[in-house]
């Protein structure tokens, strides 16, 4: 395939799908160690703690705070499983999801017809107007029309309860085959640019900039809106809702919080009577050290505070992807890093694969996270679960879909490479990539430590 200033064989994009069958593997050898090997160990001392406890519970000789350490051992036996088996799982689900994605857009590439490499023909130098967002758009739309019928398709098959209809996951289907077909045809249309013949915004405020920058500016502008709404919901009813932690601050100081109890328990807190209100718990209740759930220290906090320095670490790898691939006069480390970083365009892929892990990192220890807050009773069907889920699992989404393009990034920097010319493409991935790293940096205290 030839234009945007480069020829490129179709066999270059078999080797997406080689680094599909790596990604799957090293997925499957993940689950197996984390999820079957030491997930089933943590299992077997699960099942022991909780035996322990309920024989323990009909044994009169043992007293409550006994039973009480027995019962915290057995919370935390089950913690450690849900630990190893869902990070087992997640590796192994979202690698399979990166296969799909490399590696059916490698396979639809690589069956195209090969054409002949252009000369001297000045309109493949420039990067035109793609219909690849409108046939991406285009699916998007029918995935999300056949949803609610492909959820429903798939509740059997994850509960092994109810019938299971075919039907229902046909058009969600659809849109997600026309969404593979789009990416791929992006990535067609990619692969060969070089840098040369970028278009250029010509109305204000973005007169100068490059139109594909401009473009990423007003998308970001408007995520800005949609986690604002997250933002101000949460503010609202943490403001308005009498929560844990406000409750006991105030009798601590003597005063019952406003809006927790009515005027009648007042009185009888006044006359010495203890006094509980309608108290709301929320997550920070649940995670932060000596939480009102009585199950919350260091290490149940550990994952959301590791994501926060993962995201942040792979902001600055993005950056060093794009300051390699910018240097016209680069020059490998010295020490152990030149064995990591022996060239430029080896660096600038290393590079991207590190910013690969840390997100996908941040997936797994996301979703750990929450199997611990369910498993504790904080569900999306509480009173401030909803807004906490949808919050955080939007931003979850949007690490996955930054996840989904990055592969595509580490693919173009293996086989054609980065340079001081075609380097945009990392920088424009990386405002995005910083975007979500900020919205983090703001949704951990605000939702894990307020």
């Known amino acids: 395939m030839s234009g945007h200033g480069n020829h490129i064989e179709n066999s270059i994009w078999g080797r997406a799908i080689l680094m599909a069958g790596a990604i799957v593997t090293i997925g499957i050898v993940a689950f197996a160690a984390l999820g079957l090997g030491v997930g089933s160990i943590k299992h077997d001392a699960y099942d022991e703690a909780k035996d322990t406890y309920y024989e323990a519970m009909d044994d009169p000789t043992v007293t409550q705070s006994e039973l009480d350490h027995l019962h915290h051992e057995e919370i935390d036996a089950h913690l450690s499983y849900l630990t190893y088996w ?3 799982v997640t590796i192994m689900v979202i690698s399979i999801i990166y296969a799909i994605f490399l590696g059916v857009g490698g396979f639809i590439n690589s069956i195209q017809p090969q054409e002949e490499e252009s000369h001297g023909d000045d309109h493949h130098d420039e990067h035109h107007g793609s219909a690849s967002p409108i046939i991406f758009c285009f699916g998007v739309l029918l995935f999300l029309m ?19 209809e075919a039907g229902n996951l046909v058009l969600s289907t659809i849109g997600l085959t026309i969404i593979m077909i789009g990416i791929a045809n992006w990535w067609r249309e990619d692969l060969p640019f070089i840098g040369h013949g970028e278009q250029i915004a010509t109305s204000a405020p973005f007169e100068g900039e490059h139109i594909r920058k401009a473009g990423l500016w007003v998308f970001i502008m408007s995520e800005v809106m949609v986690f604002a709404t997250f933002f101000s ?25 406003e809006g927790c109890v009515s005027q009648s328990q007042i009185d009888l807190f006044n006359a010495g009577e203890h006094v509980t209100g309608d108290v709301v718990m929320t997550a920070s209740d649940y995670l932060r050290p000596g939480g009102a ?13 590791v994501n926060t320095f993962a995201l942040i670490i792979s902001s600055y790898t993005i950056v060093l992807a794009l300051k390699t691939a910018k240097a016209k006069d680069w020059e490998a480390p010295k020490g152990v890093l030149r064995h990591l970083l022996p060239d430029k365009k080896t660096a600038v892929r290393n590079y991207l694969i590190a910013t690969l892990l840390l997100g996908s990192m941040f997936i797994v220890l996301k979703l750990v996270e929450w199997s611990h807050l369910v498993a504790e009773g904080f569900t999306v069907g509480t009173s401030q679960g909803s807004i906490f889920y949808v919050a955080t699992g939007a931003h979850g989404m949007h690490v996955f879909a930054g996840l989904l393009i990055m592969l595509y990034l580490v693919f173009k920097a293996d086989t054609i490479g980065y340079d001081e010319d075609n380097g945009q493409g990392i920088e424009y991935f990386g405002l995005y990539w910083h975007f979500v790293d900020l919205a983090w940096v703001v949704i951990f205290p605000a939702f894990y430590l307020y």
């Open 86 to 88: 869902v990070a087992g």
């Open 146 to 164: 056949g949803f609610p019928e492909f959820v429903e398709g798939l509740r059997p098959l994850l509960s092994q309860g109810g019938t299971f």
């Open 233 to 257: 919901s949460y503010l609202r009813v943490r403001t308005e809702w009498c929560t844990k932690w406000a409750f006991d601050n105030g009798l601590e100081n003597g005063k019952p919080v």
């Open 293 to 305: 759930a009585g199950t919350g220290d260091f290490w149940t906090m550990l994952p959301g505070a």
